[in-house]
C-alpha cells in the first residue's frame, strides 16, 4: 500500500488530506499541473495545480447542482454555453435533455479533457454526443470576441479563481456572458466556498446582479471540497429560479442522485449570516 497523500492547503491555516493509492497522471500543461490519483475513498480524483476538481465519488454533487436549476428554469435551452468543464461532468447532465440541439463548451486546456477521457470515463460519457461542440480555447477571449448567435443558457464550470481561471471571476468575463445571453437566458456558476471565500462568494453575486440584474446563490455539499459546503449562482435580467418546468424536471430526475425539485426550492434559501455578504 503506498503512503502517499495529497494535501489541499488554504491561506496557511487549513490542510485537506486524502490518501493516494496509485498516481494515474502528473503532468504540467502549458496552463497548470495536472493530476489524476486513485484513493481508497472518493475513487479517482482529478486535481489541477493543487487543487482537488472532482472525484468519481461525489462528483454528481457538484455536476448536478450547477446543471438542473438553470436547465429545468430557463425557457427555451436549445443553445448551452459551457466555459470550462474539462472533466466532462456537465456536458453530461446537459445531454439529458432532449430540448438541448447545442452544446459550445470552451476548455482552455486540452490536458485537462484528455486525461479525463482517459481516467474519469465514468464522468464524462456524453464526449461522442453529436449536439458537442468542443472548443480547445480560452473561454475569456470567446465569450468577448465571439459572433455567435445567443445562447440560452451559459454555465461557468470553472476551477478556483487562480491560474488560467483567475479572469473568470472579473466583470469583463461577465460583460462577455451578459452579449452573448438571450434575453430570456440563465447565467449560472459555481461561486466557491461561502465560508472559506466568503469575500469572493460575495463579490460574484454582487457582481452578477450588477451585470444581469438579478442574481440567486444557491447552496449544496460538495464533499471533496475543503469545507464540504459550496455556493453556486444564478442569474437572469428576468428567470425566476423558483419556476421550475416541471415536465423538464419530472423527467431528468430519473437520472439524477442528489438534485430534485424538493431540494431545489431549499437550495435557494440563503442563511442568515450570508445575507451581509451579499447585500449591497
Not at 195 to 206: A, S, Y
Request: net charge negative.
Amino acid at each position: 500500500m503506498s503512503d502517499e497523500w495529497f494535501y489541499e492547503t488554504h491561506k496557511d491555516a487549513l490542510r485537506f488530506g486524502l490518501k493516494i493509492d496509485r498516481v494515474l497522471l502528473d503532468q504540467q500543461s502549458p496552463y497548470q499541473r495536472v493530476q489524476v490519483f486513485e484513493t481508497p475513498l472518493f475513487g479517482r480524483v482529478l486535481a489541477l495545480d493543487e487543487l482537488l476538481m472532482t472525484s468519481e465519488r461525489d462528483e454528481y454533487n457538484y455536476h448536478e447542482l450547477l446543471v438542473h436549476p438553470a436547465l429545468c428554469t430557463a425557457p427555451r435551452v436549445a443553445r448551452v454555453l459551457v466555459i470550462g468543464g474539462g472533466d466532462g461532468g456537465t456536458v453530461r447532465e446537459l445531454m439529458r435533455y432532449p430540448e438541448v440541439v447545442q452544446v459550445v463548451m470552451v476548455e482552455i486546456d486540452g490536458l485537462v479533457v484528455e486525461a479525463s477521457k482517459e481516467f474519469l470515463p465514468s464522468i464524462g460519457t456524453a464526449w461522442d454526443d453529436p449536439r458537442l461542440q468542443l472548443i480547445i480555447g480560452d473561454g475569456i477571449a470567446y465569450v468577448q470576441e465571439a459572433d455567435v448567435e445567443p445562447f440560452d443558457v451559459i454555465l461557468l464550470d470553472g476551477s478556483d479563481p487562480v491560474g488560467p481561471a483567475e479572469g473568470l471571476f472579473g466583470e469583463a468575463f461577465y460583460r462577455g456572458c451578459e452579449r452573448l445571453l438571450a434575453p430570456e437566458g440563465v447565467f449560472a456558476q459555481q461561486s466557491e466556498s461561502p465560508e472559506l471565500f466568503r469575500e469572493i462568494f460575495g463579490d460574484v453575486v454582487r457582481m452578477t446582479r450588477k451585470v444581469f440584474g438579478n442574481a440567486h446563490p444557491y447552496f449544496g455539499p460538495v464533499p471533496l471540497y475543503p469545507s464540504g459546503y459550496w455556493s453556486f449562482t444564478f442569474a437572469s435580467r428576468t428567470v425566476d429560479p423558483m419556476a421550475v418546468i416541471d415536465a423538464r424536471a419530472e423527467r431528468v430526475e430519473q437520472h439524477t442522485r442528489r438534485w430534485d425539485r424538493p431540494l431545489h426550492g431549499a437550495m435557494f434559501v440563503v442563511p442568515k449570516d450570508l445575507r451581509a455578504a451579499i447585500a449591497e
